[in-house]
């Protein structure tokens, strides 16, 4: 290997990811036959993160899609919500055949850009912020969050979801135990995640402020581990950092299979934990959301049964916040 090329694909400072070997695994996944069939997870993920578009009060001109993929957030986005949006991805093959908005009368606008470095975006420049299924593999987080903040406007959200820590636990340790046993030690074959409870805190250092987060375990039912193997490649959620092992040898499959089956299957189903860490943060300014007082709420959380049950309560309810609102 010549010098130039050794250079070209050594990773930089700290780096964990190899973001040009995810770029080629993105463009091979989209030009594969039965790569539609594999988006369950992505296209489900992506509706979550625009339903929360619609629990905004404000109307957004102007909105990124980080890491779109072939679109998953925008097409479930109205006119009523959103202007223009941009779609971005490393990928050329994905940007290419990303989804357009079912509402025609929402603009459009594709771009090949590395969504980890955002190049090409000005501060102060965007009214919403939207990632689905995609931060989980950006070096420096930190920095990509502060990057992220600088570009929104204030009183403005980042909207977003991604894998995070326990993630396909059951294929992690089903093949660790296969290589342990078979060679004596282990290698790293599914990528590392953050862990859900330092989200906050990165957001937070990035200047964020109203922080939400919740998590949610997807499970899905495979009828082999390398159908689960399969869908990965096909949703372009392969193992990609640089000290991967790049090859995994016919025996330790056929043991990580056997413990896969002895450990975890059920129903004749082989179960796939996905994490999924869901977070709402706002860039600080005058006409920010603020948190309601502590002890301004007018009935128990043990009620909401009877309220959501009895429309006069709740009209009853309605008025009396708009008499506060009005004072």
């Known amino acids: 290997m010549d010098s130039a090329s050794t250079s070209q694909n050594a990773p930089s400072l700290n780096a964990v990811f190899d973001r040009e070997m995810k770029r080629k695994q993105r463009d091979w996944a989209v030009r594969q036959p039965d790569f539609k069939a594999a988006q369950y997870l992505k296209e489900e993920i992506g509706w979550r993160v625009a339903d929360k578009v619609f629990d905004l009060t404000k109307f957004n001109p102007l909105v990124l899609d980080i890491g779109c993929g072939v ?25 290419q055949s990303s989804a357009t908005c079912d509402d025609s009368e929402v603009e459009v606008e594709r771009r090949t850009v590395d969504e980890e470095t955002l190049d090409g975006f000005n501060e ?6 939207l990632t689905s299924m995609s931060a989980h593999w950006i070096n420096q987080l930190p920095q990509w969050m ?4 600088d570009i929104l406007k204030p009183d403005c ?10 993630t396909l636990y059951e294929l992690r340790c089903s093949l660790q135990l296969a290589e ?4 004596g030690g282990v290698s790293s074959h599914v990528s590392p995640f953050v862990r859900s409870q330092d989200i906050g805190g990165l957001l937070s250092s990035a200047g964020f402020d109203m ?14 581990m390398f159908s689960l193997m399969y869908d990965l490649q096909l949703m372009a959620e392969s193992h990609c950092t640089y000290r991967r092992n790049h090859t995994i040898r016919r025996d330790v499959l056929m043991a990580a299979e056997a413990i896969y089956q002895t450990m975890y299957s059920k129903d004749g189903k082989y179960p796939a934990t996905f994490k999924i860490v869901s977070f709402i943060g706002w860039k600080p300014g005058p006409n920010m959301p603020k948190a309601a007082k502590r002890g301004s709420q007018q009935v128990s959380l043990k009620d909401i049964g009877k309220i959501v049950e009895d429309p006069e309560m709740m009209k009853k309810m309605s008025e009396g916040s708009n008499k506060k609102k009005d004072n």
């Open 157 to 166: 959200p980042f909207i977003g979801s991604m894998l995070a820590e326990d």
């Open 146 to 149: 502060k990057k992220c903040h």
């Open 180 to 183: 342990l046993e078979r060679l």
């Open 124 to 129: 102060n420049q965007f009214d919403l912020l």
């Open 71 to 95: 679109g998953h957030i925008t097409p479930h986005l109205i006119k009523e919500n959103v202007g223009k949006i941009i779609q971005v991805d490393v990928s050329g093959g994905m940007v």
């Open 211 to 224: 922080i939400t987060l919740d998590s949610d375990e997807i499970e899905v039912g495979y009828p082999n």
